[in-house]
């Protein structure tokens, strides 16, 4: 797969909105808040996300969250695949939309605009890796808009939500973790390697026609060769040609909001 390296994160994955999302575009809006805050408060984990683009949507989630079973951010990132066959490497992936996917590294702002590296994913592929390494979710650490702050087994919060929220008020932040970790930070680790093992550098290219046509164009810096995976734009037509037959205005898995906790 590709990476591309210190980009202009926002113009370059609202040129593959553009192209490859037709309704729901306006979710894009909370994506671009998210990158704003980690590129403003990068933490080495925050600034780590997990995005992808869809013919209903997009999504955007701090990959940790991802690798931690029964979130909202797991449950969310693999609900367009569908598994078959034993959990291993053979198991095979059916992807059931139209989805680019990207990791995305923010490194922070330069010149005004949010600056970082995307890693192209599999998206099917990045899946079954996330169902075969998530760990279980043990804990929730949450703040309260009262400031009171509490770690407790997520069975127990989960069944105390609504009290809590009208004890201690707006939840200002929220997170999950498993038991170990350690292990966590392990799987991140290992997954982040693999990927950069496995990435070639490559140039995205945005070039803006007009105000309604953005044309984004991924090319590696020497000259083409036959073997070469299809540009950005190629694939999305080619998604495009064979999902536009078959179905009417696809529904959402889940409604975005600015809440915090939704979905956890």
Request: overall charge positive; some cysteine; proline content about 5%.
């Amino acid at each position: 797969m590709r990476k591309f390296e210190n980009v202009d994160i926002v113009a370059a994955l609202g040129a593959v909105v553009e192209l490859n999302t037709e309704h729901y575009k306006s979710d894009f809006k909370y994506d671009i808040e998210m990158f704003k805050k980690a590129a403003l408060h990068p933490d080495g984990e925050n600034n780590r996300l997990l995005w992808y683009s869809r013919r209903s949507g997009t999504h955007c989630f701090p990959e940790r969250d991802v690798y931690i079973k029964d979130t909202g951010a797991n449950n969310t990132w693999g609900h367009y695949v569908t598994l078959l066959g034993k959990p291993d490497i053979y198991q095979t992936a059916v992807v059931q939309d139209r989805i680019i996917a990207f990791a995305i590294d923010i490194k922070g702002i330069e010149n005004g605009k949010i600056k970082g590296d995307l890693h192209e994913l599999n998206y099917g592929e990045h899946v079954k890796q996330v169902t075969r390494t998530a760990l279980p979710r043990h804990t929730v650490t949450v703040k309260y808009e009262d400031g009171t702050k509490m770690t407790l087994p997520h069975a127990e919060h989960d069944g105390q939500r609504d009290r809590l929220y009208r004890q201690h008020g707006e939840v200002k932040s929220y997170r999950n973790d498993p038991e170990d970790k350690s292990a966590l930070r392990d799987v991140l680790a290992q997954a982040r390697d693999k990927r950069e093992k496995e990435s070639r550098p490559a140039v995205f290219k945005v070039r803006v026609k007009n105000q309604k046509s953005v044309t984004p164009t991924a090319t590696k810096p020497k000259a083409p060769t036959k073997s070469e995976q299809p540009s950005i734009k190629q694939q999305l037509a080619e998604g495009k040609k064979q999902l536009s037959e078959k179905k009417p205005v696809p529904t959402r898995a889940a409604v975005k909001n600015k809440s915090i906790g939704l979905g956890d």
